[in-house]
């Protein structure tokens, strides 16, 4: 299943945490101009690469759905940047 909600969470040692919910799907649907574009161009790539345009996609997509439950944290310095795929 693919990944519904990303969560990102900073926090700085003097401000309080600010947390963001981004919905993915409807983000998708806004991107999606960008979308058709960025799969034309992987079409193209595949194509002169000579890789599978079918076998790709589908990996894709397999590596997008894999992302749920994926848990990434970042420290630099005093600040924490947490970002969390469900």
């Not at 990944?3 to 993915?24: A, C, G, K, Y």
């Not at 599978?52 to 944290?73: E, I, Q």
């Not at 310095?77 to 469900?86: A, D, E, F």
Request: proline share 7%; aromatic share 8%.
């Amino acid at each position: 299943m693919m990944p519904q909600l990303l969560t990102v969470r900073v926090e700085q040692p003097d401000h309080r945490p600010i947390r963001i919910w981004v919905p993915v799907l409807p983000v998708a649907l806004v991107f999606s101009p960008l979308l058709i574009l960025a799969a034309l161009v992987a079409v193209v790539a595949c194509v002169v690469y000579r890789v599978s345009v079918l076998r790709a996609f589908l990996a894709g997509w397999r590596f997008f759905c894999a992302l749920r439950g994926t848990l990434v944290d970042v420290h630099e310095g005093r600040s924490t940047v947490l970002v969390n795929i469900r």
